[in-house]
């Protein structure tokens, strides 16, 4: 199974998709405001440029393999959605 | 094999997808059915449930696709108090993967046309109406054009995002879910068993839903708003270690749950949704293979006689949603209020109405339809209903 994070934007988002982790179940796309994740047949894959960081994703998932990860984190950007309705 | 055009374009082959496609394809329209995966029924993201009385609507049963029949339910409240109910909500456990082959060959006979490793990855929507489908098959794309698509595509649904219908849920109206098959459990195999509890499972609960003796589906489903990253997966650990201690594992499978009030409005000029992807789910069960079979097979009719009419419109489409205004809308609304009183019940209040409860007779300990049956004469919040009820 591939599992990979698009990077034709160049924008680099502070979530990563563990591909060992992923069950490729949907509950993430489900919940997702902006519709930025993608998922083809064996792939998992997020828009970075369509992302706003709402983190709702990361809870969503049943088994934790989506992940923030600090070292790209934007704090700059997540205070502009801390007050998305959640 | 596959034509350019069709009267009905079915996107997602799990009970709403074939059941829709069934439907059209008896009422005469040229239907096709796309399922993503290379089987009909595989992977099962269920818990299998589901009451007998909605099946016999449609078919007489089979038993090849029955797991189990139950007796009845069993609800175990925090403190341990075990509440048992009558079994009218509940009635066997299927075997998910049989049960959509199953019906994936009705719509066969019927007459529909079905291709798997089929992923629909784009509507043809010139000037915003949907005319069609394109889907990559084995590194080949298609374009098939439609009369009427009817999405079926589950929960995540992105058909219905693209064809412009917003279908995102809000975290308080998504269970995330974990699942495992469990054998070498010795619990009672004749009732399903549902677990409630804040430490159990945050807005949600534990399920052992069994499949014979020894066997059953242990899962869980804990509402997205109270969760962080792997919530379900922990929590159902953390049970099964409590409960069981050591047992196989032979089956997993993550899913999510939608626990929202039905689409307002599932049609547009030549397109529809129907099952988890207009989220007719059970509210508060969590159920969603009988919303998927009334739903499918209506959205499959009202499609097929406007075909057949000539009036795609979407006016003409929405006599689906007075076909499932009774079963589906109407109920899943009134669930809903259900829903939004029992995820912020504490586990006292919990206790508690599991204690009033017990003090009724058997025959009258049906929960949900105590609850209904109180928010049907009194339109106010579940919440001050159940309040009344401890």
Redesign the interface.
């Known amino acids: 199974m591939e599992i990979n994070t698009i990077s034709e934007t160049k924008t680099v988002i502070p979530i990563l998709i563990e591909p060992q982790k992923c069950?490729l179940?949907?509950?993430?796309?489900?919940?997702?405001?902006p519709?930025c994740i993608v998922?083809?047949?064996h792939t998992l894959a997020i828009i970075g440029l369509k992302c706003i960081l709402c983190r709702?994703c990361?809870?969503?998932?049943?088994?934790?393999?989506?992940?923030w990860n600090s070292d790209n984190d934007n704090t700059k950007m997540l205070k502009s959605v801390e007050n998305y309705?959640? | 094999m596959i034509d350019d055009k069709y009267d009905i374009v079915v996107v997602g082959g799990g009970p709403a997808g074939t059941m829709a496609g069934a439907a059209a394809a008896k009422a005469g329209a040229k239907t096709l059915i796309l399922e993503?995966?290379a089987v009909f029924g595989i992977p099962v993201?269920c818990a299998e449930g589901v009451a007998v009385f909605h099946l016999k609507r449609f078919f007489d049963i089979d038993e090849k696709y029955v797991a189990a029949r139950l007796e009845g339910a069993v609800l175990h409240a925090p403190d341990g108090s075990e509440v048992p109910v009558a079994s009218e909500d509940f009635g066997m456990i299927l075997e998910r993967t049989l049960f959509d082959r199953w019906l994936a060959e009705n719509a066969a006979r019927a007459g529909a046309a079905l291709l798997t490793?089929s992923?629909v990855?784009g509507l043809i929507n010139p000037n915003g109406r949907v005319e069609g489908v394109y889907f990559?098959r084995l590194n080949k794309r298609y374009k098939v054009k439609a009369d009427v698509v009817i999405a079926a595509d589950?929960?995540?649904?992105?058909v219905a995002?693209w064809a412009g219908i917003p279908?995102?849920?809000?975290?308080v109206d998504?269970e995330?879910?974990?699942q495992y098959l469990v054998v070498g459990i010795d619990d009672d195999h004749n009732n399903i068993h549902i677990y409630l509890g804040n430490e159990i499972a945050p807005g949600g609960y534990v399920w052992v839903f069994p499949k014979g003796k020894g066997i059953a589906n242990v899962g869980i489903g804990v509402l997205?708003?109270y969760?962080?990253?792997?919530?379900?997966?922990?929590k159902l650990n953390e049970f099964i270690a409590n409960r069981y201690g050591k047992v196989s594992i032979i089956g997993e499978?993550?899913?999510?749950v939608?626990v929202a009030r039905p689409l307002k409005n599932p049609v547009k000029d030549g397109f529809m949704i129907t099952g988890d992807a207009a989220r007719h789910c059970n509210p508060v069960s969590g159920g969603g293979i009988a919303a998927a079979l009334i739903g499918g097979n209506a959205a499959g009719e009202v499609a097929a006689a406007a075909v057949a009419k000539g009036d795609i419109t979407e006016s003409a489409l929405k006599v689906y949603l007075k076909r499932i205004d009774k079963d589906i809308v109407k109920y899943h609304r009134r669930t809903y209020r259900l829903k939004e009183g029992v995820i912020k019940l504490t586990d006292d209040m919990l206790n508690k109405t599991a204690h009033n409860v017990l003090k009724l007779p058997p025959e009258k300990r049906t929960i949900v339809n105590i609850f209904l049956r109180g928010l049907a004469s009194q339109p106010k919040l579940a919440v001050d209903i159940i309040k009344a009820f401890i």
């Open positions: 069950d179940c949907g509950a993430c796309i489900g919940v997702c405001p519709d998922l083809t047949d709702i990361l809870s969503a998932c049943p088994v934790g393999a989506l992940e309705d959640r | 993503r995966d993201r490793k992923d990855d990559t589950g929960v995540e649904s992105r995002r279908t995102h849920l809000k975290p998504l995330s879910t974990y997205t708003k969760c962080d990253g792997g919530t379900a997966f922990r499978a993550a899913g999510g939608p």
